[in-house]
């Protein structure tokens, strides 16, 4: 079975500093790879997803994320964060036959200092 | 395109009734649907996945006779939870694909309080 660990709970940084949130995952063959963004009380918000090819990602908002398999890794990356870009993070994984039915990480909570 | 629509985003019910959800694909037709369920700062686990016109599959520890999932057309799930308790309280979100190896796409949530 595959599974996500997303190792950071909180994180904070300031505005305009780069950003980084860590996703590894387990999973037997090539995985789907996803990015949500969840607000307080909202939905989920798909940032990006990596399903093959360039395993540099490009999505919303000014992130993006890389594949990494010799790692497990898929982390998100944002080069000047924004006030609005405080929020809950999720890094899901499908498996392939059901690249729609996710596994989700635990979440980083992102905090931004003005 | 590609969107999914829950209804409603929030309820408040009495214990020991139940309340039903609804999860709409508005532009596409979704063979299969899943249902999440997210507690309190605390990540999205996967309940069930439902396939137009036939049983849903639960996950393992979901209750099947509490969480009533029907699938009845392609682009309607509907999620019952019965004799609701204040521990059933929690954030329930579906998502819905077409089918097969492509992306599902997730509704806004319902907000679940049983008092």
């Known amino acids: 079975a595959q599974s996500v660990t997303q190792p950071d709970i909180h994180i904070t940084v300031s505005e305009g500093a780069s950003l980084e949130l860590r996703c590894n995952y387990s999973?037997?063959?090539?995985?789907?790879l996803f990015w949500y963004v969840q607000s307080p009380g909202q939905g989920l918000q798909l940032l990006l997803k990596?399903?093959?090819?360039?395993?540099l990602v490009q999505g919303i908002k000014g992130f993006e994320a890389e594949f990494k398999r010799s790692q497990s890794s898929f982390n998100l990356r944002k080069p000047s964060v924004h006030w609005s870009d405080a929020a809950e993070y999720f890094c899901?994984?499908?498996?392939?036959?059901?690249?729609?039915?996710?596994?989700f990480g635990t979440g980083t909570q992102l905090k931004v200092e003005l | 395109g590609a969107v999914v629509s829950q209804h409603p985003s929030w309820v408040i019910c009495k214990s020991g009734t139940s309340v039903k959800i609804e999860c709409r694909s508005l532009?596409?037709?979704?063979?299969?649907m899943f249902w999440y369920r997210q507690f309190p700062k605390q990540s999205l686990m996967l309940m069930a996945t439902?396939?137009?016109?036939?049983?849903?599959?639960?996950e393992q520890g979901v209750e099947k006779d509490k969480f009533l999932i029907n699938h009845a057309s392609l682009t309607l799930s509907t999620l019952t939870v019965t004799s609701a308790h204040p521990e059933d309280s929690s954030f329930y979100i579906c998502?819905?694909?077409?089918?097969?190896?492509?992306?599902?796409?997730f509704g806004q949530g319902t907000r679940l309080t049983v008092v």
């Open positions: 532009d596409f037709q979704a063979t299969t």
């Open positions: 990596y399903f093959s090819g360039d395993t």
């Open positions: 899901a994984v499908g498996a392939t036959g059901g690249g729609n039915k996710l596994t």
């Open positions: 439902s396939n137009e016109g036939s049983k849903a599959t639960y």
């Open positions: 999973y037997g063959a090539t995985p789907y």
């Open positions: 998502s819905a694909s077409v089918g097969g190896n492509t992306e599902a796409f």
